[in-house]
Nanobody, 123 residues
Framework: QVQLVESGGGLVQAGGSLRLSCAAS????????MGWYHQAPGKQRELVAT???????NYADSVKGRFTISRDSAKNAVYLQMNSLKPEDTAVYYC?????????????????WGQGTQVTVSS
């Protein structure tokens, strides 16, 4: 199994910055992509940013220009630099890894999730 552990959440004022970290451990053959999603009370979990094994990135429109996703493939880690934070960014942020698992005759892709880290932005 794959375990994901997030860190770096906390309470900040509007306009401040946080850096979230996530490291994957366990039985990993190949990571297709890693990313960050968030979920606010009463809302669905939404994509924030993803990065593929090739380095391609994808951002939600609401965070473009403010957040930057990066990776350290050697450590199976992903980071989210969050600048110019707004109260609407307040949510639980979840780390995601899409992992390919193969046998001699079949490969399957699986999504793994961390337990989440709270980000609260005060006005």
């Amino acid at each position: 199994q794959v375990q994901l552990v997030e860190s770096g959440g906390g309470l900040v004022q509007a306009g401040g910055s946080l850096r979230l970290s996530c490291a994957a451990s366990g039985s990993i053959l190949s990571i297709n992509a890693m990313g960050w999603y968030h979920q606010a009370p009463g809302k669905q979990r939404e994509l924030v940013a993803t990065i593929t094994s090739a380095g391609s990135t994808n951002y939600a429109d609401s965070v473009k220009g403010r957040f930057t996703i990066s990776r350290d493939s050697a450590k199976n880690a992903v980071y989210l630099q969050m600048n110019s934070l707004k109260p609407e960014d307040t949510a639980v942020y979840y780390c995601n890894a899409n992992v390919r698992r193969c046998s001699t005759y079949v490969c399957r892709d699986y999504d793994y999730w961390g337990q989440g880290t709270q980000v609260t932005v005060s006005s």
